[in-house]
Nanobody
Framework: VQLQASGGGLVQAGGSLRLSCAAS????????VAWFRQAPGKERDLVAV????????YYPDAVRGRFTMSRDNAKKTAYLQMNSLKPEDTAVYYC????????????????WGQGTQVTVSS
């Protein structure tokens, strides 16, 4: 599986961005897809994860209520809608995929896309 992340950019605090993660796979029905982020000098943290079959999602407290993850099965693309952005959301955002499981830590994911930079100015 190859993952291509896009959609990052510079936005003012309170603004919105939508990230996309396009996957090359015959089917994603047995996968979970997630977004992680990593700020300089910090660990890579989970932002959102979706179970492709069924679409159930999980968000950590830091983003719950502001970020929404969704997927388009026909396009094999996952999205991360980020609203009410804060300067502390500034990071490189990565998408990742895990086969036949839904882990919450980076070590549980089998495939990674390249990062996309999100910068939120105050």
């Amino acid at each position: 599986v190859q993952l291509q992340a896009s959609g990052g950019g510079l936005v003012q605090a309170g603004g919105s961005l939508r990230l996309s993660c396009a996957a090359s796979a015959r089917t994603l029905s047995n996968y979970a897809v997630a977004w992680f982020r990593q700020a300089p000098g910090k660990e890579r943290d989970l932002v959102a994860v979706i179970r492709w079959a069924g679409g159930s999602t999980y968000y950590p407290d830091a983003v719950r209520g502001r970020f929404t993850m969704s997927r388009d099965n026909a396009k094999k693309t996952a999205y991360l809608q980020m609203n009410s952005l804060k300067p502390e959301d500034t990071a490189v955002y990565y998408c990742a995929a895990a086969y036949n499981k839904r882990p919450l830590s980076p070590s549980g994911f089998d495939y990674w896309g390249q990062g996309t930079q999100v910068t939120v100015s105050s």
